[in-house]
Nanobody, 125 residues
Framework: QVQLVESGGGLVQAGGSLRLSCAASGRTFSSYAMGWFRQAPGKERELVAAISRSDGTTSYADSVKGRFAISRGYAKNTVLLQINSLNPEDTALYYC??????????????????WGQGTQVTVST
């Protein structure tokens, strides 16, 4: 099992950027497929980006393609989510998730074993 802690959220104006970070403790982070999810009030939790355990393949939700970028920071045992061109619809609690069973990209919420507590992103107009 791995412990995940997200950071980097905050209040930002529309059009702005944030970089979210997910720090892990436990096993070597590179052994895990990782995902970033978000959940807005009254809505279901949804995947925004994922990265594979094996070759760094990534996957993005259509709504964030070209604006969000997921990457690994091996030196700091972190996974980053760079989010640009924010709009109010991006307002949500953002979670990172990890799983060590699959080699490829994991896009289904139920396939992730470990979750962080989330970091709030609020975008104002």
């Amino acid at each position: 099992q791995v412990q995940l802690v997200e950071s980097g959220g905050g209040l930002v104006q529309a059009g702005g950027s944030l970089r979210l970070s997910c720090a892990a403790s436990g096993r070597t982070f590179s052994s895990y497929a990782m995902g970033w999810f978000r959940q807005a009030p009254g809505k279901e939790r949804e995947l925004v980006a994922a990265i594979s355990r094996s070759d760094g393949t990534t996957s993005y939700a259509d709504s964030v393609k070209g604006r969000f970028a997921i990457s690994r920071g091996y030196a700091k045992n972190t996974v980053l989510l760079q989010i640009n061109s924010l709009n109010p619809e991006d307002t949500a609690l953002y979670y990172c998730a990890a799983d060590d069973r699959a080699l490829g990209v994991i896009t289904r919420i139920y396939d992730y074993n470990d979750w962080g507590q989330g970091t709030q992103v609020t975008v104002s107009t």
